[in-house]
């Protein structure tokens, strides 16, 4: 997000810097630039236009973070039980799927079946306290502290 804001600052800057660059060059050459209301209102309407469509861009990738990324398999049939980090960029993760359990080894590169686990390991993976929702849990927390 940051990202984007920092590319459409420099897009609007740029387009600062051009308009500068094409007075200096109408007034070098002999001609005045117009402040006419027409030219005013045009510059108006570029400007209203070029706001509209970065609203637009912010929205859409908003729409893509919330609603985007969604797969068609359940979050039943598919548990991350656990992991853990080996490296800077390799993990063990033990995941849930259906009754059975599996170790996977994930790299940058691959995602690669270590094991498929004959006895599952039992484990709490849905307690009380990860069904109730974050405000909750802090409201819960900040009472025990005060």
């Known amino acids: 997000m940051m990202r984007m804001i920092h590319k459409l ?3 609007v800057s740029m387009m600062i810097l051009s308009l500068g ?3 200096a060059a109408e007034s070098n050459a002999g001609m005045q630039l117009s402040s006419s209301p027409e030219v005013m209102a045009s510059l108006a309407k570029v400007a209203v236009g070029l706001f509209l469509v970065v609203i637009a861009i912010f929205v859409s990738a908003w729409f893509y973070r919330r609603f985007g990324q ?3 398999v359940s ?3 598919l548990k991350l039980i656990g992991g853990i980090s080996l490296g800077n960029r390799e993990r063990v993760v033990l995941m849930k799927v259906g009754d059975q359990q599996i ?3 994930i790299t940058p590169g691959q995602i690669q079946k270590l094991h498929v686990l ?3 390991i039992e484990c709490q993976v849905d307690t009380e306290k990860d069904k109730q929702p974050f405000v909750q849990q802090l409201n819960q927390y900040l009472k025990k502290k005060s």
């Open 9 to 11: 600052l420099v897009l």
């Open 21 to 23: 660059i094409v007075h």
């Open 70 to 72: 969604q797969v068609g």
């Open 75 to 77: 979050s039943q049939a």
């Open 103 to 105: 170790l996977l080894g």
């Open 118 to 120: 004959e006895h599952p």
